[in-house]
T-cell receptor, first 116, second 114 residues
Framework: GAGVSQSPSNKVTEKGKDVELRCDPI?????LYWYRQRLGQGLEFLIY????????KSGLPSDRFSAERTGESVSTLTIQRTQQEDSAVYLC??????????????FGPGTRLTVT | DQQVKQNSPSLSVQEGRISILNCDYT??????FLWYKKYPAEGPTFLIS?????DKNEDGRFTVFLNKSAKHLSLHIVPSQPGDSAVYFC?????????????FGKGTLLTVNP
């Protein structure tokens, strides 16, 4: 079946512009995650959605970052007034309910964001 | 403060030999550990996991060992194959309500030479 898809695959933007990144999770997966991977670093948790529960936004680095999810489908991550330190690969993942599988997150290919 | 550490940025082994990737953690609240493999331009893929109540989990050529007292885990790949060449990330999850949060190490680049 189809995996997690993300768009665009690459995005180059000028400092100060807003960007919107999209994630389509695996159908039926109620949990959706956004991560950021800066060069030479591990994955950094940003935000978590689970069904209709309030999202866990504790990993968002500043109020310039926001994310939305429509039901149990598409999610968008928006970065306003981008800064050069926002340059990174942004990864989306989804997982299905149940403790065992909750940790087995399925990742998309990521969006490489470059802020010039 | 890095709570999950992979101190070897890279590792090179010969095809057919054993690959051992190491991971250390500092947070004693972590109770579930995972290894992910990542090829260039792709997202990480889940490889194998282990709960803190176990000290070993095996899946085919992949075995993960956990030493809770040392806060150390390792991934063994036997025999190593060229297709195993990738970046391997160690990740950990805590107990409680936010157990969905994974804390990742920086990764180890494994190169298996034919």
């Amino acid at each position: 079946g189809a995996g997690v898809s993300q768009s665009p695959s690459n995005k180059v933007t000028e400092k100060g512009k807003d960007v919107e990144l999209r994630c389509d999770p695996i159908s039926g997966h109620t949990a959706l995650y956004w991560y950021r991977q800066r060069l030479g670093q591990g994955l950094e948790f940003l935000i978590y959605f689970q069904g209709n529960s309030a999202p866990d936004k504790s990993g968002l680095p500043s109020d310039r970052f926001s994310a939305e999810r429509t039901g149990e489908s598409v999610s968008t991550l928006t970065i306003q007034r981008t800064q050069q330190e926002d340059s990174a690969v942004y990864l989306c993942a989804s997982s299905s309910p149940g403790r065992g599988s909750l940790f087995e997150q399925y990742f998309g290919p990521g969006t490489r964001l470059t802020v010039t | 403060d890095q709570q999950v550490k992979q101190n070897s940025p890279s590792l090179s082994v010969q095809e057919g030999r054993i690959s051992i990737l190491n991971c250390d953690y500092t947070n004693s609240m972590f109770d579930y550990f995972l290894w992910y493999k990542k090829y260039p331009a792709e997202g990480p893929t889940f490889l194998i996991s282990i709960s803190s109540i176990k000290d070993k989990n095996e899946d085919g050529r992949f075995t993960v060992f956990l030493n809770k007292s040392a806060k150390h885990l390792s991934l063994h790949i036997v025999p190593s194959q060229p297709g195993d060449s990738a970046v391997y990330f160690c990740a950990a999850s805590g107990s409680g309500g936010s157990n969905y949060k994974l804390t990742f190490g920086k990764g180890t680049l494994l190169t298996v030479n034919p």
